[in-house]
């Protein structure tokens, strides 16, 4: 347990450090004091009057989604570079503060207040888990302070009568429903099993997924859910090549993906019959060469068709400071500090109410790809997925994909919010 503890202070002080700022990791008694000090203060609308403009990067360093967080704040920290050598923000540096919520809802709360109360950020950021982006979306609704989410894609976040959060990830109930609409095309009438960790983000995708298989005509022959912690699927996956489904999904909780494929693939399921909603570069690593031929969702990737100079440059770069590729949550943390550049230039002053206005009227675009960023009266965004095959994986140093498939849907193509409560 101590050896535990240590290497998550170790990894939380050096994440803090590559973004100019250290910052203790909010452990056992502090967290508990915190959360049951509940959601009760109302902090006032803050306005930042000189300095470096604080936001609040509350992202997970350690436990399940540690390689989702990592990956972010690679991204994030080459934009806030850029940014503060260019001039930074209103003619200040930005800076966001990081902590690591450990993959904890409850922690990712109480590093939230801490964020408020203490470093007085303008705003929050920095989540990947849809579990603790939701613990965190409670609080920041409360006490009206502006959430950009980067990468957690739970349709709740962006619920009717949403007004300080702000979604910058598609829905996941939208990446089921469009895993449905692309096996329709690609086998009509398949068979299809589902394997998937007990997680918020997982619960969306299954439910959209739900939604729409009947109206594509497809068929589920297994439907199998692991508890979170889960690190074997031995029996599971017996079944579930038993019930000779032409696809699975599989959508495990960090290292358990890995898991799963590896003990579907030595049953003999085949590569092409397996679908990952999501796949960034580290996932891709994981599934190793064995795995080419399969299928992942992604919004940004190395091997996608037409991207602009823009994108190329940014892969090219990110690749010459990482050793590696950068995939979809390198460039959506990696636009997370221009979109706030946007929205604070346009809001003209470091005040809460008035950058959460700018999010709301905002007509930006990715720096990366150009794609729109605007977001709709409950701060959802442009609902789009591509699909890639992966071609080869070159051990940890990259891979090769193709581009297969692109869907974009409107926000009422499914009844998100009464699909997923």
């Given at each position: 347990?101590?050896?535990?503890?240590?290497?998550?202070?170790?990894?939380?002080?050096?994440?803090?450090?590559?973004?100019?700022?250290?910052?203790?990791v909010?452990?056992?008694?502090?967290?508990?004091?915190?959360?049951?000090?509940?959601?009760t203060?109302?902090?006032?609308?803050?306005?930042?009057?000189?300095?470096?403009i604080k936001?609040g990067?509350?992202?997970?360093?350690?436990?399940?989604?540690t390689?989702?967080?990592?990956?972010?704040?690679a991204?994030l920290?080459?934009?806030?570079?850029?940014?503060?050598?260019?001039?930074?923000?209103?003619?200040?540096?930005?800076?966001?503060?990081?902590?690591?919520?450990?993959t904890s809802?409850?922690?990712?709360?109480?590093?939230?207040?801490?964020?408020?109360?203490?470093?007085?950020?303008v705003a929050l950021?920095?989540?990947?888990?849809?579990?603790?982006?939701?613990?965190?979306?409670?609080?920041?609704?409360?006490?009206k302070?502006?959430?950009?989410?980067?990468v957690?894609?739970?349709p709740?976040?962006?619920?009717?009568?949403?007004?300080?959060?702000?979604?910058?990830e598609p829905?996941?109930?939208?990446?089921?429903?469009?895993?449905?609409?692309?096996?329709?095309?690609?086998?009509?009438?398949?068979?299809?099993?589902?394997m998937?960790s007990d997680?918020?983000?997982?619960?969306?995708?299954?439910?959209?997924?739900?939604?729409?298989?009947?109206?594509?005509?497809?068929?589920?022959?297994?439907?199998?859910?692991?508890?979170?912690?889960?690190?074997?699927?031995?029996?599971?996956?017996?079944?579930?090549?038993?019930?000779?489904?032409?696809?699975?999904?599989?959508?495990?909780?960090?290292?358990?993906?890995?898991?799963?494929?590896?003990?579907?693939l030595?049953l003999?399921?085949?590569?092409e019959?397996?679908?990952?909603?999501?796949?960034?570069?580290?996932?891709?690593?994981?599934?190793?060469?064995?795995s080419a031929?399969?299928i992942y969702?992604?919004?940004?990737?190395?091997?996608?068709?037409?991207?602009?100079?823009?994108?190329?440059?940014?892969?090219?770069?990110?690749?010459?400071?990482?050793?590696?590729?950068?995939?979809?949550?390198?460039?959506?943390?990696?636009n997370?500090?221009?979109?706030?550049?946007q929205?604070?230039?346009?809001?003209?002053?470091?005040?809460?109410?008035?950058?959460?206005?700018?999010?709301?009227?905002?007509?930006g675009?990715?720096?990366t790809?150009?794609l729109?960023?605007?977001?709709?009266?409950?701060?959802?965004?442009?609902?789009?997925?591509?699909f890639?095959?992966?071609?080869?994986?070159?051990?940890?140093?990259t891979?090769?994909s193709k581009?297969?498939?692109?869907?974009?849907?409107?926000?009422?193509a499914?009844?998100?919010?009464?699909?997923?409560?």
């Amino acid at each position: 347990m101590t050896c535990r503890t240590s290497v998550r202070d170790v990894r939380a002080s050096a994440a803090s450090a590559v973004l100019g700022v250290t910052r203790p990791v909010l452990t056992g008694a502090v967290s508990a004091a915190l959360v049951l000090g509940g959601l009760t203060y109302q902090a006032p609308a803050l306005a930042q009057a000189s300095g470096p403009i604080k936001i609040g990067f509350n992202t997970e360093l350690t436990g399940p989604w540690t390689f989702f967080g990592n990956s972010c704040v690679a991204g994030l920290k080459m934009a806030n570079d850029e940014i503060n050598k260019a001039g930074g923000v209103l003619g200040r540096p930005l800076e966001f503060v990081t902590v690591d919520n450990q993959t904890s809802p409850t922690q990712a709360v109480a590093a939230s207040r801490n964020l408020d109360v203490n470093d007085k950020v303008v705003a929050l950021t920095g989540p990947t888990s849809s579990d603790t982006a939701l613990a965190m979306y409670g609080y920041a609704e409360q006490q009206k302070i502006p959430y950009l989410v980067p990468v957690a894609a739970f349709p709740q976040l962006t619920k009717p009568g949403t007004r300080y959060t702000f979604r910058i990830e598609p829905d996941a109930a939208g990446w089921g429903y469009v895993i449905a609409r692309f096996l329709e095309e690609r086998k009509p009438g398949a068979k299809v099993a589902l394997m998937y960790s007990d997680a918020a983000l997982m619960h969306a995708i299954v439910a959209g997924f739900k939604y729409q298989a009947p109206r594509s005509k497809l068929t589920i022959v297994s439907d199998v859910m692991f508890p979170q912690g889960s690190s074997d699927a031995t029996v599971q996956a017996a079944q579930v090549r038993a019930a000779n489904p032409d696809y699975v999904i599989v959508m495990g909780a960090g290292a358990f993906d890995n898991v799963m494929q590896n003990q579907l693939l030595d049953l003999g399921i085949k590569p092409e019959q397996l679908l990952h909603p999501y796949g960034i570069t580290t996932q891709v690593f994981g599934w190793g060469q064995r795995s080419a031929g399969m299928i992942y969702g992604s919004f940004f990737d190395h091997g996608l068709d037409n991207l602009p100079a823009e994108g190329r440059d940014f892969i090219k770069r990110f690749d010459a400071a990482n050793g590696r590729p950068p995939s979809y949550v390198e460039n959506y943390c990696y636009n997370t500090p221009y979109i706030f550049k946007q929205a604070l230039e346009l809001a003209g002053v470091v005040d809460r109410e008035k950058l959460r206005d700018a999010f709301s009227r905002m007509k930006g675009r990715e720096v990366t790809t150009g794609l729109p960023v605007s977001f709709d009266k409950n701060g959802a965004r442009k609902e789009y997925i591509y699909f890639m095959q992966l071609l080869s994986v070159d051990g940890k140093r990259t891979y090769a994909s193709k581009q297969i498939y692109y869907h974009e849907w409107d926000a009422d193509a499914i009844p998100v919010y009464d699909l997923v409560k």
